[in-house]
């Protein structure tokens, strides 16, 4: 994770709001067609679904992930994947930057 920025990215405009607007994202695609999302998750309880595979990193704060029957809690710096077709549920504690690559 030592990218600090995307060069020559496609930029969707609209942002992808859910819960009420507590977590937040906008999709780029780069120049060799990588789909990624960089987004926010103010502090709650979240589930989500995939519909593919996702490689998660985050930039700041820290979540604990519930996944696949079991617990880990992750902070800035590290990463996760969640495989294509799972159901997750994080617990966010402090305002995390992330960003997700489908893959």
């Known amino acids: 994770m030592t990218e600090t920025k995307f060069e020559n990215v496609e930029v ?3 942002a992808n ?3 009420d607007g507590d977590v937040t994202s906008r999709e780029l695609v780069t120049e060799d067609g990588v789909r990624k999302t960089l987004g926010i ?3 709650g ?3 989500f679904d ?3 595979e996702e490689l998660i990193e985050l930039y700041a704060g ?3 992930v519930e996944l696949d029957g079991s617990t880990e809690t992750y902070g800035a710096g590290e990463s996760f994947v969640v495989d294509a077709g799972t159901t ?3 617990d966010v ?3 995390v930057e992330y960003c997700c690559t489908y893959r």
């Open 12 to 14: 969707t405009k609209r």
């Open 17 to 19: 709001v859910y819960y």
């Open 41 to 43: 998750m103010q502090p």
């Open 45 to 47: 309880r979240y589930e």
């Open 50 to 52: 995939t519909s593919e």
């Open 62 to 64: 820290e979540l604990t």
């Open 88 to 90: 997750f549920t994080v």
């Open 93 to 95: 504690d402090e305002l």
